[in-house]
């Protein structure tokens, strides 16, 4: 009678072995596809209302995907103390468009790399509303005046405006900087400190005064990207302006065109996080 369990001769051990590790293999190839199809996280702060961000950006962000063959997905925060919080504890993000400062802070903290900027520099505007004349900031003194939380650029612009601890306005915080400048239109401040492309949409507002520039918003990205990520996301960055659809694309989000830029470009930039919680 024949054994019901034949043992396994020695050359069928040999292809078992063979056929196990080829299917750990197939197992290994499948899961580092997997690793390399997850998608980088580009962090935008809330300059804007969360879902304006979110509706304006993500046509652009899917360009950029499309052309570097990367998948990329917005990260956006409900507020500045939330964007802080994330930045200062890690950036446990993989690209961002940010203002000058922070942009810095990672270069200098975290090892970040700046490849990209949009076009020109930014200033910052104190502004009041049409019925109120105020020709100098101390004016302002123990006034309400809205910005975004600390370390937002409105934020940090106020310190600089009104540099006595004894002599400042009384801040009312606001998520983003249209929150800001409704709050002035509205009654219920005094003034705002906002962008100065945010307050030329509003013509109602009158400009006290106006920051020195600093370089615009820049792109930089995690020391986790590879090189060669980084330059393809850099190449499809600059070649937006050099489409009819590109240029589309900028107009939506409010975006000028973006240039090639670099770390020395917003070194020094982070010094004006002194004071602020976390620096």
Request: proline letters at 10%; one cysteine or more; aromatic letters at 8%.
């Amino acid at each position: 009678m024949t054994p019901v369990c034949q043992p396994i001769k020695p050359n069928s051990r040999t292809h078992w072995a063979s056929f196990m590790r080829r299917i750990l293999l197939l197992i290994g190839v499948l899961f580092g596809a997997s690793a390399q199809a997850a998608p980088l996280k580009l962090a935008i702060p809330p300059f804007l209302p969360q879902t304006e961000i979110e509706k304006s950006f993500s046509p652009l962000v899917a360009k950029i995907s499309e052309l570097t063959g990367t998948p990329i997905e917005i990260e956006t925060f409900p507020n500045y103390l939330a964007f802080w919080q994330a930045t200062r504890t890690g950036s446990a993000f993989d690209i961002a468009l940010d203002a000058a400062p922070t942009t810095d802070f990672r270069v200098q903290r975290q090892h970040w790399h700046v490849i990209a900027k949009l076009s020109g520099t930014v200033t910052q505007s104190l502004v009041t509303g049409p019925n109120n004349a105020v020709l100098d900031p101390s004016e302002l003194i123990n006034k309400k005046i809205a910005v975004q939380p600390s370390p937002s650029l409105s934020a940090l612009t106020l310190y600089q405006l009104f540099p006595n601890p004894v002599q400042q306005p009384i801040l009312v915080t606001k998520e983003s900087n249209r929150d800001a400048a409704d709050a002035v239109l509205d009654g219920q401040v005094d003034a705002a400190i906002i962008p100065t492309p945010i307050a030329a949409g509003y013509p109602n507002l009158n400009t006290v005064t106006t920051t020195e520039p600093l370089p615009f918003l820049a792109v930089s990205v995690s020391p986790n990207v590879p090189p060669a990520t980084a330059k393809a996301l850099q190449n499809a960055l600059i070649s937006l302006d050099e489409t009819p659809a590109g240029k589309a694309l900028l107009k939506a989000s409010q975006l000028r065109a973006f240039t090639i830029a670099n770390d020395q470009e917003y070194a020094g930039n982070e010094k004006l996080l002194e004071g602020t919680f976390g620096y």
